[in-house]
């Protein structure tokens, strides 16, 4: 069954003078995991970006099921997602980072209390509950980022680099957390990464995008081809 489809999409930033995203078109199957790959500014944070709402689409649809959501609020989008630089509050707990979204969204708070508890449990983090973003490690940091969108158990789950950031040893480590997690939560997951062996073990699917934007920049850029 399709889950998520992407119609046509293109995307034109304010003053560029090319596509950001040209003519994207992709169907996501109910939990499957999408990997994007490809080089630097060939479009991929701005294809997860407009998925997420935080950036219009100019041109084309994005479906989840049978609902347009190009017009849909993010906030009002079942999709959630797990930012490159964590984006965590540094003044507030785990437990407070992780409740959040939750609580912008007005759960009740025994609710709130039994998916944090959940989402810590699943990512090794009950007993880290209480600390600050500052008192912890980068790989904990990133668990707590990514309880941050596990814990709206939402249907569709993007991941925006999210191991950039962590040294080798940690990012295999990790990796293969990612693909325990999925194996746990089964949302359906785009997932952008540059890393092609992170690609190739974590992906049902990859999708590689490459630029063609000419030397002058006025060409398009974004396009895709999918094995
Ligand atoms: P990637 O994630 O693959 O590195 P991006 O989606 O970040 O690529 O960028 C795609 C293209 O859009 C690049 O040419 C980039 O410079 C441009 N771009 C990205 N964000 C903005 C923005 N906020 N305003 C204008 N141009 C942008
Ligand atoms: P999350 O679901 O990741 O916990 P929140 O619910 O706290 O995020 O976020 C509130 C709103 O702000 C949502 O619409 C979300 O898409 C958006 N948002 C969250 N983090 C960022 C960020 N780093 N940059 C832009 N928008 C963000």
Known sequence: MVELKLNHIYKKYPKSSHYAVEDFNLDVADKEFIVFVGPSGCGKSTTLRMIAGLEDISEGEFYIGDEL????APKDRDIAMVFQNYALYPHMTVFDN???GL????YPKDEIKKRVEEAADILGLTELLDRKPADMSGGQRQRVAMGRAIVRDAKVFLMDEPLSNLDAKLR???RAEIAKIHQRIGATTIYVTHDQTEAMTLADRIVIMSSTKNETGDGTIGRIEQI
């Open 103 to 106: 609580k912008l969204r007005k």
């Open 69 to 72: 959501m190009n017009d849909v």
């Open 172 to 174: 295999v480590s990790m």
């Open 98 to 100: 992780m409740a959040f």
